[in-house]
C-alpha cells in the first residue's frame, strides 16, 4: 500500500477581483466572475503554445485559504440549506484532505504568461497546480447518474427572483469603475439561492423584511419577500463608522477614499469632515 506523501510545485497564481471565501461562488459556471493566471515564467512558452484555441480549460488549483485545516467526512452541500450531511467524497466541498480544487472554466485568450479567463471560482492569490484542455467527448457525460444530488430539486426551483433598484446599480458601478469589486454579480451569487441563510454569508436580520448582506467593508440593504421568493436590493452602505472616516484615521483596507467619494456622491450631497 502506498504511503508516501507528495511535494507539489505551484506553476502559476489567479489574479481576480474575489479575495474573501464569502465572494466565490460554489461553482464558477455560475458566475460571472472574471479573471487571470499569471504562469510563473518557466511554465510559459513552449508548455502553453498550443492551448490557444481551446475555449475552455481545466484547472487544478489549491484551496490556499484552507490549508491546514481539519477536514471532516460529513459536509453539509450549501443546497438545500438545513439539508442532511453528506460524504465529502460525494460533494465540491472546499473542506478537503488535500486542499485540492478543480474548476472547469472559460478561456478567452492567451498573452505571454498570462491566461485569461471567465466564470471562475477562484479567489486571487489561488495556487494553480496544473492545467489541462477540455475536451467534449472526453469530458462531457450528460446522462451520468448523479447519486444523492438527483433528490435535490432543480436549480430553477431553489431560485429566488432579484429585483434591483435603479440608486443600487449606480452605486454598484460606481463602486465597479473605482474599486473593481462587483456588487451586482456578488448579489447574484449570495442572494440567488437561499439569500436568509447565515450560516453561509454574511446576512443580517434587521426588522420586518428589512435584511443586509454584508461585502467587504460594505453593506448591501434588501427586503424578502418569504412567499413569493422574491428580493428587492435597494442600495449600499458603508460598514465605516463616521469617526473611522474621518480624515487621517487608518484605513487598513485601503479603501475609504472610495467610500467618502460614495457618501459625497450618493448621500448627503457633502463631503465626510
Keep these: 500500500m502506498a504511503t508516501?506523501?507528495?511535494?507539489?510545485?505551484?506553476?502559476?497564481?489567479?489574479?481576480?477581483?474575489?479575495?474573501?471565501?464569502?465572494?466565490?461562488?460554489?461553482?464558477?459556471?455560475f458566475s460571472g466572475c472574471d479573471g487571470e493566471i499569471e504562469l510563473f515564467s518557466n511554465f510559459a512558452g513552449d508548455a502553453i503554445a498550443d492551448l490557444a484555441g481551446f475555449s475552455r480549460i481545466w484547472v487544478i488549483f489549491c484551496f490556499h485559504l484552507n490549508y491546514g485545516k481539519n477536514w471532516k467526512p460529513k459536509v453539509h452541500p450549501p443546497f438545500p440549506a438545513g439539508g442532511p450531511g453528506?460524504?465529502?467524497?460525494?460533494?465540491?466541498?472546499?473542506?478537503?484532505?488535500?486542499?485540492?480544487?478543480?474548476?472547469?472554466v472559460g478561456l478567452t485568450g492567451i498573452s505571454g504568461r498570462h491566461l485569461y479567463l471567465k466564470h471562475i471560482d477562484m479567489l486571487d492569490g489561488t495556487p494553480v497546480l496544473d492545467?489541462?484542455?477540455?475536451?467534449?467527448?472526453?469530458?462531457?457525460?450528460?446522462?451520468?447518474?448523479?447519486?444523492?444530488?438527483?433528490?435535490?430539486?432543480?436549480?430553477?426551483?431553489?431560485?429566488?427572483?432579484?429585483?434591483?433598484?435603479?440608486?443600487?446599480?449606480?452605486?454598484?458601478?460606481?463602486?465597479?469603475?473605482n474599486s473593481g469589486l462587483d456588487l451586482v454579480n456578488f448579489v447574484r451569487i449570495q442572494l440567488g439561492n437561499e439569500p436568509l441563510d447565515s450560516s453561509r454569508k454574511r446576512v443580517k436580520h434587521i426588522d420586518g423584511d428589512h435584511w443586509v448582506l454584508g461585502c467587504r467593508t460594505w453593506r448591501i440593504n434588501f427586503s424578502a419577500d418569504i412567499a413569493q421568493r422574491k428580493v428587492?436590493?435597494?442600495?449600499?452602505?458603508?460598514?465605516?463608522?463616521?469617526?473611522?472616516?474621518?480624515?487621517?484615521?487608518?484605513?487598513?483596507?485601503n479603501d475609504k477614499d472610495i467610500h467618502r467619494a460614495m457618501i459625497t456622491l450618493f448621500v448627503d450631497k457633502s463631503p465626510v469632515k
Design 232 to 253: 428587492y436590493v435597494s442600495g449600499v452602505e458603508s460598514n465605516y463608522s463616521p469617526e473611522e472616516l474621518r480624515p487621517g484615521t487608518a484605513d487598513k483596507y
Design 86 to 104: 453528506r460524504s465529502v467524497f460525494a460533494t465540491r466541498s472546499p473542506h478537503r484532505v488535500n486542499p485540492i480544487g478543480l474548476s472547469c
Design 4 to 29: 508516501e506523501s507528495f511535494e507539489f510545485k505551484p506553476i502559476g497564481v489567479v489574479h481576480s477581483f474575489q479575495k474573501f471565501r464569502f465572494e466565490t461562488p460554489r461553482q464558477g459556471v
Design 131 to 177: 492545467i489541462k484542455p477540455y475536451i467534449p467527448e472526453a469530458d462531457s457525460f450528460p446522462d451520468a447518474a448523479t447519486g444523492w444530488r438527483s433528490e435535490v430539486p432543480e436549480a430553477a426551483e431553489l431560485e429566488w427572483h432579484l429585483d434591483f433598484d435603479d440608486r443600487f446599480i449606480a452605486q454598484a458601478d460606481f463602486i465597479l469603475k
